[in-house]
Nanobody
Framework: QVQLVESGGGLVQAGGSLRLSCAAS????????MGWYRQAPGKQRELVAA???????NYADSVKGRFTISRDNAKNTVYLQMNSLKPEDTAVYYC???????????????WGKGTLVTVSS
């Protein structure tokens, strides 16, 4: 099993910044992909930013130029630096990873419990 624990959410005014962290732990053999999704009230969960299996990054068009994903491989941790926040960024942000645990022959999909980001106007 892999556990993903997010931190760093909170309330911020429009134009402000927040930094989210997600630490993966457990019997990890390899993390294939890792990133952030979000779900606003009444909307479907959507990709925000993620590292792909080849190490490149994907961003939602709505956050390009404002959000930056980074990682510390030694700590199995990814970060999401969110700048120039807008009220429409308000959502629960979830960490996601496709990882292989020791003893398993395939990757499994894991989710954190989420952290709430609220951007006031």
């Amino acid at each position: 099993q892999v556990q993903l624990v997010e931190s760093g959410g909170g309330l911020v005014q429009a134009g402000g910044s927040l930094r989210l962290s997600c630490a993966a732990s457990g019997s990890i053999f390899r993390i294939n992909t890792m990133g952030w999704y979000r779900q606003a009230p009444g909307k479907q969960r959507e990709l925000v930013a993620a590292f792909t299996s080849d190490g490149s990054t994907n961003y939602a068009d709505s956050v390009k130029g404002r959000f930056t994903i980074s990682r510390d491989n030694a700590k199995n941790t990814v970060y999401l630096q969110m700048n120039s926040l807008k009220p429409e960024d308000t959502a629960v942000y979830y960490c996601n990873a496709a990882a292989r645990t020791i003893g398993l022959a395939k990757d499994m999909d894991y989710w954190g419990k989420g952290t709430l980001v609220t951007v006031s106007s």
